[in-house]
């Protein structure tokens, strides 16, 4: 009687081991999905959301002071993605470029993704350690300055 106790206790341990690194290896997958599409447009992150206010990145951190911190869509260029993983992109108008971080690893975008976008977050600038711009050189973000506009995303809208 121990023994079946024993080996019943084991195989379903592990059972419950094999589901749990299945999770585990899901979660490290890092999936890419859609939520919505808008007129042919492809949302990744949270439901779109209109705003009040939207602006391109140029002029957004041309009038930075009035408006860090506030949620807004900002729009332009799709410049470089990360190659790790997908977790952001770069929005650039004009020579002008913000890093935007999606929602701190919450939703990601295909490698190669091109086009314009519309990105709903907050603007902020922040001073980035060379260990950080490292890193994301190494994923392809090219040379990054210590000073870096970043927004953090909790949707975008992609137009290829």
């Given at each position: 009687?121990?023994?079946?106790?024993?080996?019943?206790?084991?195989?379903?341990?592990?059972?419950?081991?094999?589901?749990?690194?299945?999770?585990?290896?899901?979660?490290?997958?890092?999936?890419?999905?859609?939520?919505?599409?808008?007129?042919?447009?492809?949302?990744?992150?949270?439901?779109?959301?209109?705003?009040?206010?939207?602006?391109?990145?140029?002029?957004?951190?041309?009038?930075?002071?009035?408006?860090?911190?506030?949620?807004?869509?900002?729009?332009?260029?799709?410049?470089?993605?990360?190659?790790?993983?997908?977790?952001?992109?770069?929005?650039?108008?004009?020579?002008v470029t913000a890093r935007v971080d999606?929602?701190?690893?919450?939703?990601?975008?295909?490698?190669?993704?091109?086009?314009?976008?519309?990105?709903?977050?907050?603007?902020?600038?922040?001073?980035?350690?060379?260990?950080?711009?490292?890193?994301?050189?190494?994923?392809?973000?090219?040379?990054?300055?210590?000073?870096?506009?970043?927004?953090?995303?909790?949707?975008?809208?992609?137009?290829?």
């Open positions: 009687m121990k023994k079946l106790l024993l080996i019943t206790s084991l195989i379903f341990g592990t059972a419950s081991f094999a589901q749990d690194q299945e999770a585990k290896k899901e979660h490290k997958e890092k999936k890419v999905i859609v939520t919505q599409v808008i007129d042919g447009a492809k949302v990744y992150g949270n439901k779109w959301q209109e705003a009040e206010e939207k602006m391109s990145i140029e002029k957004a951190i041309a009038e930075q002071e009035m408006i860090i911190g506030e949620d807004m869509i900002f729009t332009g260029n799709i410049g470089k993605v990360c190659q790790g993983s997908g977790c952001w992109m770069m929005l650039e108008n004009n020579g999606f929602n701190h690893h919450s939703f990601f975008i295909p490698k190669d993704t091109q086009g314009t976008a519309e990105v709903y977050g907050k603007l902020k600038s922040k001073m980035m350690s060379e260990k950080m711009r490292k890193h994301l050189k190494d994923d392809g973000a090219g040379e990054l300055a210590e000073k870096v506009y970043e927004i953090v995303a909790t949707s975008v809208k992609i137009k290829s």
